[in-house]
């Protein structure tokens, strides 16, 4: 069966990014298209466009807001809908946002690539997409997904937001996260660059370890191994410092939880809110 040849709209990060890993996946990239100020427009001769130039699958990799403007002006294009499938990568968003297509006969879909997206990406191996829709594109964005060396996840629309929250607190707070422990390190007179250029190899170890098992099994430190004075001499420094106390102490409550009942209650009262 012959691969389902493919157009994209937007080629910002994600769109650009889908160019280069399906076309070296051997799918045919049929067209590509940018937004100006008023229509949308062939990123390679400037040509609106018309539903006849669109492959058997669109992405439509635009920016949230505009997801619903752009499937409206999609929408009022003339031809025959059927066996047309039309694809957002929002993480945020369901498919509904491109109900106006279905409406005129189109199939929907999302498939929400769980990664940080730069414009330099060509490729999606080992990664995970997330999304809903009409089957028939779920169909290709599966078979898509294998052939980019990649997995996909169903899930139910109303169930995706839950997906992008952890997507956030596993990427965007990992940033923060070392943030704050260049700033404490900082306070050893180091120079802030240097602590975090110090805290990426031990950062990227523990991504490893976590990769072989269950958080539980990745965690190290002085929690995992119940040593209160370690913990206590942590704790009578960083509290003169708000933030840095305050942070100490919540991801030490949350670590708690993955540690023995009996290190448990030996830790407890470290870690409670000062009054």
């Given amino acids: 069966m012959a691969l389902p040849t493919i157009s994209i709209i937007g080629m ?3 769109g650009s990014a889908l160019f280069k890993a399906c076309r070296a996946a051997d799918y045919k990239i049929h067209t590509l298209y940018n937004r100006s100020e008023s229509e ?3 990123v390679h001769t400037g040509m609106p466009v018309h539903l006849k130039e669109l492959g058997d699958l669109t992405f439509i990799t635009v920016s949230d807001q505009a997801l619903g403007s752009v499937a409206e002006s999609l929408s009022d294009l003339p031809g025959e809908w059927e066996g047309k499938c039309f694809v957002h990568c929002s993480g945020t968003l369901s498919s509904d946002v491109l109900n106006s297509l279905q409406n005129h006969g189109a199939n929907i879909a999302s498939f929400h690539p769980m990664m940080s997206v730069k414009t330099d990406l060509s490729s999606f191996k080992n990664i995970y997409f997330d999304g809903e829709g009409d089957e028939i594109c779920l169909s290709m964005l599966n078979e898509l997904a294998g052939r980019l060396g990649a997995r996909f996840m169903e899930v139910d ?3 995706r937001k839950f997906l992008h929250a952890a ?3 596993a990427s965007n707070y990992l940033v923060t996260l070392a943030e704050v422990a260049s700033k404490i390190g900082e ?3 180091q120079q802030k660059s ?3 250029k110090a805290m990426l190899p031990l950062m990227k170890s523990t991504l490893r370890n976590l990769q072989s098992g269950e958080p539980r099994e990745a965690l190290t430190g002085p929690i995992a191994r119940g040593e209160k004075e370690v913990i206590e001499k942590h704790l009578s420094f960083l509290g003169k410092n708000e933030d840095d106390g305050e942070v100490y102490r919540l991801l030490g409550r949350l670590t708690l939880g993955l540690v023995d009942e009996k290190t448990r209650k030996k830790l ?3 870690f409670e809110d000062e009054k």
């Fill in 40 to 42: 949308l427009a062939s």
């Fill in 12 to 14: 910002g990060n994600v």
């Fill in 194 to 196: 240097e602590v975090l």
């Fill in 187 to 189: 306070r050893s007179g």
């Fill in 268 to 270: 407890s009262a470290l």
């Fill in 167 to 169: 997507s956030v607190v």
């Fill in 157 to 159: 629309a109303a169930d």
